[in-house]
């Protein structure tokens, strides 16, 4: 496991190493698997409709804190798209933030840990993360989804890639996840609905893509402590 945890630094140390690996090892495999009978793309898109009508509902003139930010094309399309009226994106990675705030100076990007936000209780309308918490290790999970609603005083919203329950695609889509991204186990959509249910944590929307694909395997749900 520590080789695949250095895997995943080195793999989003910054925007050009982000670039490499997505183009030269998960671009290809996923072209593949698009050719076969489990990938369903009217789900996806049905998906992604879903997606923007949550983001136009809850950013509209919301304080947006983005934790996982990346390269920061998120936050750009928050500010253009959706009308959000202030944002901070914050990474872990420091490579990220810098790249992210060459390309969009006039924003606001930081180098913080999701299990120490810089800011005070209720600070955010929204929390939003993408594809962060399959980098989390499973047993840290639940203290970085207490430390959003922290500082939210809203909803947390988070998208993620979800995992296959036991069956023949489990371990494949494992093992490539680790070559490709260097991440963790991805939870089944049951594993994190259990997970918000132990938290006492309020689901007020979810909705995912067909659970029998094999690629796009994309979930997000919006979540309050407010019970």
Same mark, same amino acid.
Not at 158 to 168: L, Q, R, S
């Given at each position: ?30 072209? *593949? ?5 489990? $990938? ?5 898109? @049905?998906? #992604?409709?879903?997606?923007? &009508?949550? =983001? ?69 309308? *929204? ?5 962060? $918490? ?5 047993? @840290?999970? #639940?203290?970085?989804?207490? &430390?959003? =609603? ?78």
């Amino acid at each position: 496991m520590k080789f695949w945890d250095r895997w995943a630094k080195v793999t989003h140390a910054s925007k050009k190493a982000y670039i490499l690996r997505f183009h030269y090892i998960m671009n290809p495999v996923r072209r *593949i698997a698009e050719r076969t009978p489990w $990938f369903n793309q009217n789900a996806t898109a @049905i998906y #992604q409709q879903r997606k923007k &009508e949550i =983001l136009q509902k809850w950013l509209d003139g919301a304080r947006v804190l983005e934790v996982g930010c990346g390269t920061g094309e998120l936050g750009n399309d928050f500010w253009v798209d959706f009308g959000t009226k202030f944002y901070i994106g914050a990474d872990y990675s420091a490579g990220m933030a810098r790249d992210a705030k060459m390309v969009f100076p006039k924003m606001n990007f930081i180098c913080a840990d999701v299990f120490n936000l810089p800011f005070q209780d209720h600070s955010f309308d *929204i929390v939003y993360s993408a594809f962060l $918490f399959h980098h989390l290790k499973p047993e @840290i999970r #639940q203290k970085a989804i207490m &430390e959003k =609603l922290r500082v939210s005083k809203g909803a947390v919203i988070i998208e993620d890639t979800f995992g296959f329950e036991p069956g023949f695609f489990r371990l494949p889509h494992k093992m490539y996840y680790s070559i490709a991204d260097g991440s963790h186990y991805r939870y089944t959509i049951r594993e994190w609905n259990n997970m918000f249910r132990n938290l006492n944590i309020k689901i007020i929307d979810q909705f995912h893509t067909d659970q029998a694909s094999i690629v796009n395997r994309c979930a997000c749900w919006v979540i309050s402590s407010e019970l």
